[in-house]
């Protein structure tokens, strides 16, 4: 049975709400506790690292657990209803921390902030594990997972078009208040999105889940070479985008400033997300029809580099306060990074055929669960890196709830410049330089491999 439109669009609609809940998270929880609360920025983001490294070697046992629940309602859909709301009540929470001081702060979010992380994967891993269930043909499961994927990146584009600026206005300047409000909209309609996806989409009664251990995760990926190399790419890729992301908001406050930071940053926030949607859904497509894969990664990867590259002249020159050139190289790095989330997609399916080839063993969904164990312990280290540069750039938080915004040094805005700039830019440069070192599975290897694959298959007939 082919799915429906209604269920098709329901699916997304869950992918949009849980995605703005995750952004949400991804983008301000360390901004609201050191700017906001007044933690240290090396605390923060060590927590933040703790609880993501935790978090991605919880994903397979809840795979597991998920996969052994037998319920009138399927396996997935109570999961899912279960995780939100309880996922809701703790980012609401995250986001309205009481009044505690020093230690008891300290401790608060501690606990908040892992508890906010294994209830999100509660949810998370039944969303993406459905998929295979709810779909009867390779057709249906590739249409929805581009559904999902796309409805995800609405979801984060909608968290940093908007955030800050409702923040501005729902908080009559209090930016504690007004992250409390933002946070409690956010959890209802996260709620009521996931409410459409699971009355909408129904598992077929037939299917099986497979799961894998951490050992196996790990024995397969490494079996792997080209999988390896693939994921190691994607950890350097997504270490840049992070740093990148949590920095930036300081970046419009304390450089650019003024009394309309807020604005100006949700514009270039609005520029950008609506830029990487395009380089995923348009220029991806647009280029491939004349370059492969491999040369349009080396565009993306060069593209970035060069916003960076500009960026950082722009700031060595005392021209960064001028939101127009800003958003020049801000278009070159979101819309490489739109193109390389498919991008890396590709290749890491492209190396399921080549591991198969290999080892005789199709690993698809254990080498898809690698990808996201290691994207969330690198986005853990990443923050915690940014945690100890805000540090150790000496920049001090605006840690009174309204009131003019604190005036930085001019040695520490010349840091934070250097700090978003030159970092992400070496990241970047690492990883082009390991890529092109390591992986083969060029386009002429692609087909080659799927030949041999699908004359392998004839001949056990």
Known sequence: MKLTTRQKAA????????????????????????????????????????????????????????????TRWGRFRPWLVSGTVLNALVLYAMFKAPDLKGGAMMVFFSVIYILWGMTYTMMDIPYWSMIPAITSTPADTENLSVIGRTCA????????MLTMLMVSRLGAGN?????????????????????????SVREREDTAMQTSTVGEMFRALFDNDQALAVVLTIVLINSAL?????????????????????????????????????????????????????????????????????????????????????????????????????????????SVDYGEL???????????????????AASGVSVFIVGVGLDLIGLVGNTEESGPIVQQSADTIFRLRLLMTIIPMAVLALAIL????????????????????????????
């Open 358 to 376: 290999k080892s005789g063993q199709r690993n698809e969904s254990v080498i898809f669960s690698m990808q996201t164990f290691v994207v969330k």
């Open 153 to 160: 990146g609405v979801g984060s584009a909608l968290i940093a």
């Open 175 to 199: 930016e504690r208040i007004g992250f409390g409000r933002v946070a409690l909209i956010i959890s209802v309609l996260f709620v009521i999105a996931e409410i459409i996806c699971a009355v």
């Open 434 to 461: 390991f890529f092109f070192r390591k992986f083969r599975l060029t386009d002429d290897v692609v087909m080659d491999n799927s030949r041999k694959l699908a004359q392998a298959r004839e001949t056990k007939r």
């Open 242 to 350: 992070y740093i990148t992301s949590n920095l930036v908001i300081y970046f419009f406050k304390y450089d650019m400033g003024g009394a309309d930071w807020t604005v100006n940053y949700t514009l270039f926030s609005t520029v950008g997300g609506g830029v990487q949607i395009l380089g995923m859904m348009l220029v991806y497509p647009l280029l491939r029809r004349k370059l492969t894969n491999t040369k349009i990664f080396g565009c993306a990867i060069g593209s970035a580099v060069l916003g960076y590259i500009i960026l950082l002249t722009m700031c060595l020159t005392d021209n960064a306060g001028n939101l127009v050139l800003v958003i020049i190289p801000g278009i070159l790095i979101f819309a490489a990074n739109g193109i390389l989330s498919v991008l890396t997609t590709v290749f890491l399916s492209n």
């Open 11 to 70: 699916f997304g609609i869950g992918a949009v709400g849980k995605d703005m809940v995750y952004a949400l998270s991804a983008s301000y929880v360390m901004y609201y506790y050191k700017d906001i609360i007044g933690l240290s920025a090396s605390f923060v983001g060590l927590i933040l690292m703790i609880a993501r490294v935790f978090d991605a070697v919880n994903d397979p046992f809840m795979g597991i657990l998920v996969a052994k629940t037998r």
